[in-house]
């Protein structure tokens, strides 16, 4: 056998594939042996053997075989094979973040699976979908009753880019109220106010504008406030500052 070149089945043993697998890369195009023995067998080359980890990599990320055909460069120059493994590197990193997400979103799911006590798919979903949104309150979600959810399932049906504005905004007024809670502001101030406007608008836009849900949305603030935890401390500590902030508004609007 040349020096410096492996037959089939060593390469293949090396880089834990099949014989099969490496004839069908030969037979689309994409890992060609680099010489042939005496006897005519296959043989490989280390820059081959470069190339096949390249192929493997890339088949795990995800690419189709064809894709990764169109993709491969020469690996001739030191500049190109760095510049290979830095785009590998990236498409890892990423990948990574993608499945760090997606282990996130599976043990928050298991959480609240095991603390709902009882099996409902639809919440499920709908704490999926907030998942998905990154919505740091989907735990709140098994506090609501069907009433509720149903009302807002059919408010932000389809339209996802509304139901993420809502969710950030909640999320910002939210710790808005803790900030001013904290800061001993007069919940008759200008800022209070101008505060309690919004969150007011918040809330209508989160019931879909349905005002008959309103006391519902307020036992369901009493509910997360009871049991949210630490999650939600710093906010049920708000809540009376909130609370006043709205009279305030009221008091004004009405005047």
């Known amino acids: 056998m040349k020096k410096d070149y492996m037959t089939v089945g060593e390469i293949a043993k090396k880089m834990g594939v099949t014989v099969r ?28 053997m470069v190339t096949l980890n390249q192929i493997l990599t890339m088949k795990h990320l995800g690419f189709s075989l064809s894709d990764i055909k169109d993709r491969l460069p020469s690996l001739d120059t030191p500049a190109e094979v760095a510049e290979v493994l830095a785009e590998h590197a990236e498409e890892i990193r990423e990948k990574i973040s993608v499945l760090s997400t ?33 919505n740091e309150h989907y735990w709140a979600i098994k506090y609501m009753d069907d009433e509720m959810l149903d ?40 800022v209070a106010i ?47 500052f909130v609370t006043a902030a709205l009279e305030a508004y009221f008091a004004e609007s009405y005047r």
């Open 194 to 240: 101008a505060f309690a406007k919004e969150f007011w608008q918040m809330t209508l836009d989160f019931v879909g504008g349905d005002e008959s849900l309103l006391p519902k949305f307020a036992e369901f603030s009493e509910k997360i406030n009871a049991h949210g935890g630490d999650k939600m401390k710093q906010f049920a500590e708000a809540n009376d």
């Open 102 to 134: 997606s282990l996130q979103a599976v043990e928050a799911l298991r959480e609240e699976v095991l603390q709902m006590q009882t099996v409902d798919f639809k919440k499920y979903s709908d704490i999926i979908v907030s998942l998905m949104l990154k």
């Open 151 to 190: 009302h807002i399932r059919k408010s932000f049906d389809g339209d996802m880019q509304r139901a993420e504005k809502i969710i950030k905004t909640m999320s910002r007024l939210n710790k808005e109220s803790v900030r001013l809670h904290q800061s001993g502001i007069s919940p008759e101030s200008d």
């Open 21 to 48: 697998t490496l004839h069908h890369y030969e037979k689309l195009g994409l890992l060609i042996p680099s010489a042939e023995s005496e006897s005519g067998y296959r043989l490989y080359s280390y820059k081959d």
